[in-house]
């Protein structure tokens, strides 16, 4: 690991002062913020990231640590742990997605010390993004050329993907959040704003390395989320290679709003299959008003990759996807509800 500069701000405006210290300096340097450190540190030691300066923000934990369901939404701070919001008996019994999502994320140890937000801005697991001593690939190296288009890209996207960038967006908890319409609260030099969260994320496009809307020196303070009438029949289905401490190879956040076995309303996000957490409005499209059934299911998931582009070893990602939301809509179907 190379050297670097370290700093403890004790508050936000310590932490945004210090960033904005290090943004305009001569030379400049972007900070990087310091969460839990499950990411950062292992792309610190690949070499695949080299700050010069890291801001350690384990004091903000104090302030934006919160879980806070009330009547209208469920208000999260960004440094919450991702166990304690998924052990969190408010959180399970009325977003359940959101639980599950977090609770089928990584191991017991990481999710005791990773955070909500270091969580939602986690690098892709793309291997040639992870090797530097791969020399193309434009997320890391804007330019270079992208190794996976003709390499091993078994794991790689087929929504949402572009000719210059193939790579899948890892986490879980993000397509909850996508699904269940939620807002992410950022701090900045000019104070906080609040945007939807699914406009966090950026497609790859022609700029595979601007991977989302923050500005430099930006800090995620935490997230809302609107209790709706689809909240609490929710789920997250998630399928992988093994059944435990593993990424999606496909996965789906559903939230249903019934009127007997009718779709009122639906809210369904994908992962595991798209550069960006999915939201699959097609498939929404495609249930809204009909009953719900196998077959109203498998018309749904067939809208979902109605744009999918597969790749030389990842075309087995369309069927699994598309098998992974309809079980998850007739299981989200016949839920149990508690009020
Ligand atoms: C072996 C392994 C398996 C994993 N499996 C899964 C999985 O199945 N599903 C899944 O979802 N995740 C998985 N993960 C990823 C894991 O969940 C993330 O590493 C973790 O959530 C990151 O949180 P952190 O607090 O440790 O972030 P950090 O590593 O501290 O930060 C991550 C990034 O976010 C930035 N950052 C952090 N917090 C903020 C903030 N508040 N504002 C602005 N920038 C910030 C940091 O600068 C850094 O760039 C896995 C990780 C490992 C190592
Ligand atoms: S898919 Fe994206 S992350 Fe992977 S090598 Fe290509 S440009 Fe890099």
Same mark, same amino acid.
């Given at each position: 690991?190379?050297?670097?500069?370290?700093?403890?701000?004790?508050?936000?405006?310590?932490?945004?002062?210090? #960033?904005?210290q290090?943004?305009a300096? /001569?030379?400049?340097?972007t900070p990087?913020?310091l969460?839990?450190?499950?990411?950062?540190?292992d792309?610190m030691?690949?070499?695949?990231?080299r700050?010069g300066r890291?801001?350690?923000?384990?004091?903000?934990?104090?302030e934006?640590?919160q879980?806070?369901p009330?009547? /209208?939404?469920?208000?999260l701070?960004?440094?919450?742990r991702?166990?304690?919001v998924?052990?969190?008996?408010?959180v399970?019994?009325a977003?359940?997605?959101?639980?599950? *999502?977090?609770?089928?994320a990584a %191991?017991?140890?990481?999710?005791?010390? &990773?955070?909500?937000?270091?969580n939602?801005?986690?690098?892709?697991?793309c291997?040639?993004?992870r090797?530097?001593s791969?020399?193309?690939c434009?997320r890391?190296t804007?330019? %270079?050329g992208c190794? &996976?288009?003709?390499?091993a890209?078994?794991?790689?996207?087929v929504?949402?993907?572009?000719?210059?960038?193939? #790579?899948?967006y890892?986490? /879980?908890?993000?397509? !909850?959040?996508?699904?269940?319409e939620? %807002?992410?609260?950022i701090a900045? &030099?000019?104070?906080?704003r609040?945007?939807?969260f &699914?406009?966090?994320?950026?497609?790859?496009?022609?700029?595979?390395?601007?991977?989302?809307?923050?500005?430099?020196?930006?800090?995620?303070?935490?997230?809302v989320v609107?209790?709706?009438?689809?909240?609490?029949r929710s789920?997250?289905?998630k399928?992988?290679d093994?059944?435990?401490?593993?990424?999606?190879?496909? *996965? #789906?956040a559903?939230?249903?709003d019934?009127?007997?076995?009718?779709v009122?309303?639906?809210?369904?996000a994908?992962?595991g299959? $798209?550069?960006?957490?999915w939201?699959?409005?097609?498939?929404?499209?495609?249930?809204?008003?009909?009953?719900?059934?196998?077959?109203?299911a498998? #018309?749904a998931a067939? $809208?979902?990759?109605s744009? !999918?582009?597969?790749? $030389?070893h990842?075309a087995?990602?369309i069927?699994?996807g598309q098998?992974t939301?309809?079980?998850?809509?007739?299981?989200?179907?016949?839920m149990?509800?508690?009020?």
């Amino acid at each position: 690991m190379r050297a670097f500069d370290y700093a403890r701000p004790a508050s936000l405006a310590e932490a945004l002062l210090d #960033a904005r210290q290090a943004l305009a300096a /001569d030379p400049p340097a972007t900070p990087a913020f310091l969460a839990g450190g499950t990411t950062l540190l292992d792309l610190m030691k690949l070499d695949v990231l080299r700050p010069g300066r890291i801001v350690d923000l384990g004091a903000l934990r104090q302030e934006f640590g919160q879980i806070r369901p009330d009547r /209208d939404a469920l208000h999260l701070g960004a440094f919450a742990r991702m166990a304690e919001v998924a052990a969190h008996p408010g959180v399970n019994a009325a977003y359940p997605v959101i639980a599950q *999502s977090l609770a089928l994320a990584a %191991s017991a140890q990481l999710r005791n010390m &990773a955070t909500l937000g270091g969580n939602v801005l986690q690098r892709t697991r793309c291997a040639y993004f992870r090797d530097p001593s791969w020399r193309a690939c434009n997320r890391r190296t804007p330019g %270079s050329g992208c190794a &996976a288009l003709d390499g091993a890209n078994r794991g790689h996207a087929v929504l949402g993907a572009s000719d210059a960038c193939i #790579a899948t967006y890892p986490g /879980d908890f993000a397509q !909850a959040l996508v699904a269940l319409e939620a %807002s992410v609260v950022i701090a900045g &030099a000019r104070g906080r704003r609040e945007i939807p969260f &699914a406009t966090l994320h950026r497609r790859p496009g022609t700029t595979p390395h601007l991977e989302t809307g923050l500005q430099p020196g930006e800090i995620i303070a935490g997230f809302v989320v609107p209790a709706r009438p689809w909240t609490r029949r929710s789920r997250y289905l998630k399928i992988r290679d093994r059944q435990s401490y593993e990424f999606a190879v496909a *996965s #789906a956040a559903v939230a249903l709003d019934l009127d007997g076995e009718t779709v009122r309303d639906v809210r369904i996000a994908l992962g595991g299959l $798209a550069s960006v957490p999915w939201r699959a409005h097609e498939a929404e499209d495609a249930l809204r008003g009909r009953r719900l059934d196998e077959a109203s299911a498998q #018309a749904a998931a067939q $809208a979902a990759f109605s744009g !999918a582009v597969p790749r $030389a070893h990842n075309a087995f990602k369309i069927p699994l996807g598309q098998a992974t939301l309809v079980r998850a809509l007739l299981e989200v179907k016949s839920m149990e509800i508690t009020q």
